[in-house]
């Protein structure tokens, strides 16, 4: 019996996959590609932008004709606004927050479901069905028994981050050898006025140290090469336990110096940080620490200060230009990444040419950049969505020939130079491997050999586009440069 998960939005839906995909496998189930072959289909949801959204009503859409020609339970999970919980309600078997995930099994039994686990139980083994009639499944039936989705039990829970610490307690299955994400703390606090986190995931939760330490050690001694901190304020790590917890600095540091005694070659990243909690002891901290990665991606939303109090960002651009000077002055071979997002409720054209200019005075080196969409629920919900869709159109647009522009300069600086880089598979370039630098930036080089996966090597570079470098690999003999990009 197999199980099929599509997982939506961003690296924390993916790492919470990776302990979904756990509790199934104790079940006995088995993944595959293929949703036609599953009997469990789930999806980890997004409700922080409408595309995200859309694609999940187009496939339970699709799960749920599937019904009419076999027995199957679906499921969703996630970041889940209420307003849709309460339409998944009556769309999926299950719908439940990420905490209550170590009760899984318990709600699959209550469906009648016989996992593939089950079966090697007892053979007095009776799972009760929830239906209006009663009924009881054979210990021995390979069969899932499905009923209308409003006759099953659903859970549904308010609080999001309730019990956390128990999903925590979850190892995730890891989808890599050699990348991994680790939590170190759920929810939001912030309340920026675009944003559904803090009704998806709740209050700030920071998960204790002591885990988090414990995991990283034990994937570095596994080997893997790629780790990155998580969370949705990371540097406001430990602030809902003071005087219990490290703070963001202290994790930091006590990383590092794992990583100067480990004797063992690997990068840590975090995202993302706030610029409100972003301190010039976090930067002091990257900046001491080899093994902590030379790349900040620190949201920006917007380069106008009205916009950013509108957005209730809490923070000034004064207060971001000083962070991004920090960055500079102790860090100079950091890469920056950030979030933008255009056409937000009122953005004028002269509100959305300071984002411009900011992004012309920071030279990004990776921007991901959204066009404005209503989350219900959010406060800005309450706002007209004023800036047409066309406006939001060629302001992206804009702001994407910004980006390319200062991507393709810094990216030309590098022609020449010789970069470590962690291979990550094979490109999309016949006879190439694809590669990250520490400063995130893909690299391609001429190879097919499949024992460079995963592994560090060294890349002359000799080739730029706007958002890759290429190179050939050369002898790990020759000194590299300590440089992120």
């Not at 990283?216 to 809902?240: A, C, E, H, M, P």
């Not at 302001?395 to 880089?421: D, P, Q, W």
Request: charged share 25%; aromatic share 8%.
């Amino acid at each position: 019996m197999k199980y099929h998960i599509i997982s939506l939005g961003c690296q924390m839906n993916q790492s919470d996959t990776e302990r979904v995909k756990t509790v199934l496998g104790s079940m006995g189930f088995s993944e595959t590609d293929n949703e036609d072959e599953a009997s469990v289909l789930g999806v980890i949801a997004c409700s922080v932008r409408q595309k995200a959204i859309d694609k999940v009503y187009s496939r339970i859409a699709k799960w749920n004709r599937l019904k009419n020609r076999k027995s199957l339970i679906t499921f969703v999970s996630g970041c889940i606004l209420p307003a849709d919980r309460e339409k998944f309600l009556k769309l999926f078997d299950m719908v439940f927050p990420m905490s209550e995930l170590p009760e899984f099994p318990r709600m699959m039994s209550q469906y009648g479901v016989v996992t593939p686990a089950g079966l090697q139980q007892q053979d007095s083994i009776r799972i009760e069905v929830k239906q209006t009639t009663s009924q009881a499944v054979k210990p021995h039936a390979s069969v899932l028994t499905a009923v209308p989705p409003i006759q099953h039990l659903k859970s549904v829970n308010l609080n999001p981050a309730r019990d956390i610490d128990s999903f925590w307690e979850v190892e995730p299955t890891y989808t890599s050898d050699f990348e991994a994400f680790i939590p170190i703390q759920n929810g939001c606090d912030k309340f920026c006025t675009f944003c559904a986190v803090p009704y998806t995931r709740g209050r700030e939760v920071s998960r204790p140290s002591s885990e988090i330490l414990n995991e990283l050690k034990n994937l570095v001694q596994r080997g893997f090469k790629s780790i990155t901190l998580l969370g949705q304020n990371v540097n406001s790590y430990g602030l809902d336990k003071k005087g219990e917890e490290l703070t963001f600095t202290g994790l930091l540091h006590e990383i590092g110096r794992f990583g100067n005694d480990s004797g063992k070659e690997f990068w840590v990243y975090f995202t993302s940080p706030h610029p409100r909690d972003m301190s010039d002891d976090v930067i002091e901290a990257v900046a001491l620490y080899p093994c902590l990665a030379k790349q900040i991606h620190l949201p920006v939303q917007s380069g106008d200060d009205h916009v950013l109090l509108r957005m209730n960002r809490k923070h000034s651009m004064e207060k971001y230009r000083h962070i991004v000077h920090t960055i500079r002055r102790l860090i100079p071979e950091a890469t920056l990444f950030t979030d933008i997002i255009v056409g937000f409720t009122g953005e004028t054209d002269e509100q959305f040419e300071n984002t411009r200019k900011a992004m012309e005075e920071f030279r990004y080196n990776m921007a991901y950049i959204a066009q404005y969409s209503v989350r219900p629920g959010a406060a800005s919900s309450r706002w007209d969505d004023d800036v047409p869709h066309e406006v939001k159109k060629v302001r992206y647009h804009i702001l994407t020939e910004e980006l390319m522009k200062h991507s393709m300069a810094y990216n030309k600086t590098l022609i020449g130079k010789r970069l470590r880089v962690l291979v990550r598979g094979f490109d999309r370039k016949d006879g190439y491997l694809s590669a990250l630098t520490e400063g995130r930036i893909v690299v391609r080089f001429p190879s097919d050999d499949r024992s460079f996966i995963g592994t560090f090597v060294d890349v002359e570079i000799n080739a730029v586009t706007s958002l890759s470098i290429e190179g050939i690999r050369v002898s790990t003999q020759i000194p590299v440069l300590n440089q992120a990009i």
